[in-house]
């Protein structure tokens, strides 16, 4: 950015299916493992003398100084990847380059999603590919496309704080995973593994059974503006100027709830940045998790609520209680929207009753009616991945109706 001011700089923004990869190994750091591999051959493949390579959020960005081409690309096999490029010129002061850059990476980074789902669009530059949209998406999936990228680097001339060493740093306040090796040597056999999660980010929460919204999503609220492009009513810059102005307030948001979390439960425990919208840690009780996330909920009251999912350490390793700790979020998943206590949080081991369990099966089975691809529908994918796990965690009157999914 410095040694650009006043000049072009050309960038290249690398996305990657993320979850599918999730899914297909059927662990999430295993899953994320495959990706960081793929994406580092991807930025070691490029010539280092020209190229610099960062991230942006969970996406590889390649910048080189000057108007040029895009780099070579090298990907591994096993992973699916989209990637888009571009000019920016940056001028003004650096707060003015800087931001510049990061809106830049946004449209990149919607670019390189669509290419990634669409591998039939073969132009690479991102205004063209993003021009595209109204073309080729209807409006909901033009709106999931606006609201995808959700972490952005704060700080630094926005009059935010900058993170800390030992933050993470497009959180400031929130610890970074960096110091997850740390946590994990300091455990003990009493503590709990958690794992907390933002529900319908994406779309929002509904209460069940009455159908009041609960929570706003990134992307519901840009129906409107996804709708009047697709028809030719807006341009794309003015749709990509206002949907990055809202980004920001969601992001904000996002920082404000897990900074949240992360404050309430120290200082007897630590929670770390280790998921997009999430944290994963240690706490030494149900109690002390329970009050951090009810508090984290009413501070984005009607914008964001998280669950949690938990399970006791006891003699297990971390590997083990990872999972267990996964199935319990898994469980919250499919309890959003109602007034049961584990739709906030679930302990791994403890059954749900059965009025909660009769929201559970209301949610797969639904979700079993649907298709692949539909919003939620990876959770009937863990649903029968963990088929031995629920049917420990269902009543048995529930049993028989869980085993026809």
């Given at each position: 950015m410095a040694e650009a001011d006043g000049h072009e700089v050309t960038m290249a923004v690398v996305t990657s299916a993320l979850r599918a990869s999730v899914e297909e190994t059927g662990d999430h750091d295993a899953g994320l493992r495959k990706v960081r591999d793929s994406l580092a051959l991807v930025a070691s493949g490029t010539d280092r003398d020209r190229w610099s390579a960062s991230y942006y959020g969970k996406d590889l960005v390649l910048v080189s100084t000057g108007a040029g081409d895009p780099p070579r690309m090298r990907f591994a096999n096993g992973v699916r990847h989209g990637w888009a490029w571009d000019r920016v010129t940056l001028g003004g002061g650096a707060a003015q380059r800087r931001e510049s850059?990061?809106?830049?990476?946004?449209?990149?980074?919607?670019?390189?999603?669509?290419?990634?789902?669409?591998?039939?669009?073969?132009?690479?530059?991102?205004?063209?590919?993003?021009?595209?949209?109204?073309?080729?998406?209807?409006?909901?999936?033009?709106?999931?496309?606006?609201?995808?990228?959700?972490?952005?680097?704060?700080?630094?001339?926005?009059?935010?704080?900058?993170?800390?060493?030992?933050?993470?740093?497009?959180?400031?306040?929130?610890?970074?995973?960096?110091?997850?090796?740390?946590?994990?040597?300091?455990?003990?056999?009493?503590?709990?593994?958690?794992?907390?999660?933002?529900?319908?980010?994406?779309?929002?929460?509904?209460?069940?059974?009455?159908?009041?919204?609960?929570?706003?999503?990134?992307?519901?609220?840009?129906?409107?503006?996804?709708?009047?492009?697709?028809?030719?009513?807006?341009?794309?810059?003015?749709?990509?100027r206002e949907t990055y102005r809202r980004r920001l307030a969601r992001e904000s948001d996002l920082l404000e709830h897990l900074r949240t979390l992360s404050d309430a439960v120290r200082p007897t425990g630590r929670l770390h940045a280790t998921l997009g919208d999430g944290l994963s840690g240690l706490v030494p009780d149900a109690e002390t998790m329970r009050a951090a996330v009810t508090a984290a909920n009413r501070r984005t009251e009607g914008r964001m609520h998280s669950g949690v999912g938990m399970t006791p350490l006891s003699s297990m390793d971390l590997a083990a209680a990872r999972e267990r700790a996964h199935f319990s979020l898994h469980v919250t998943k499919t309890l959003k929207g109602t007034e049961c206590p584990e739709a906030v949080l679930h302990e791994f081991g403890k059954p749900l009753d059965t009025e909660g369990a009769g929201y559970a099966m209301d949610c797969l089975t639904a979700l079993a009616r649907g298709r692949a691809g539909q919003p939620g529908y990876h959770h009937l994918v863990h649903a029968r991945r963990w088929r031995d796990w629920w049917l420990e965690h269902l009543p048995s009157s529930a049993r028989a109706a869980f085993i026809r999914l």
């Amino acid at each position: 950015m410095a040694e650009a001011d006043g000049h072009e700089v050309t960038m290249a923004v690398v996305t990657s299916a993320l979850r599918a990869s999730v899914e297909e190994t059927g662990d999430h750091d295993a899953g994320l493992r495959k990706v960081r591999d793929s994406l580092a051959l991807v930025a070691s493949g490029t010539d280092r003398d020209r190229w610099s390579a960062s991230y942006y959020g969970k996406d590889l960005v390649l910048v080189s100084t000057g108007a040029g081409d895009p780099p070579r690309m090298r990907f591994a096999n096993g992973v699916r990847h989209g990637w888009a490029w571009d000019r920016v010129t940056l001028g003004g002061g650096a707060a003015q380059r800087r931001e510049s850059l990061l809106f830049a990476c946004y449209k990149m980074s919607m670019a390189a999603r669509l290419r990634r789902d669409r591998p039939e669009i073969q132009e690479t530059r991102a205004a063209s590919v993003i021009g595209e949209v109204p073309h080729v998406l209807g409006v909901a999936q033009a709106a999931s496309l606006l609201a995808a990228v959700l972490v952005r680097p704060l700080g630094g001339g926005d009059g935010v704080r900058g993170a800390a060493l030992d933050e993470d740093p497009r959180m400031p306040g929130v610890p970074s995973a960096d110091g997850w090796t740390k946590s994990v040597e300091e455990r003990t056999a009493t503590d709990f593994y958690v794992v907390t999660d933002v529900h319908d980010i994406e779309w929002g929460t509904l209460s069940r059974p009455r159908g009041a919204r609960l929570t706003e999503g990134n992307a519901l609220g840009l129906l409107p503006l996804a709708e009047a492009w697709s028809a030719g009513r807006l341009s794309t810059t003015a749709v990509l100027r206002e949907t990055y102005r809202r980004r920001l307030a969601r992001e904000s948001d996002l920082l404000e709830h897990l900074r949240t979390l992360s404050d309430a439960v120290r200082p007897t425990g630590r929670l770390h940045a280790t998921l997009g919208d999430g944290l994963s840690g240690l706490v030494p009780d149900a109690e002390t998790m329970r009050a951090a996330v009810t508090a984290a909920n009413r501070r984005t009251e009607g914008r964001m609520h998280s669950g949690v999912g938990m399970t006791p350490l006891s003699s297990m390793d971390l590997a083990a209680a990872r999972e267990r700790a996964h199935f319990s979020l898994h469980v919250t998943k499919t309890l959003k929207g109602t007034e049961c206590p584990e739709a906030v949080l679930h302990e791994f081991g403890k059954p749900l009753d059965t009025e909660g369990a009769g929201y559970a099966m209301d949610c797969l089975t639904a979700l079993a009616r649907g298709r692949a691809g539909q919003p939620g529908y990876h959770h009937l994918v863990h649903a029968r991945r963990w088929r031995d796990w629920w049917l420990e965690h269902l009543p048995s009157s529930a049993r028989a109706a869980f085993i026809r999914l």
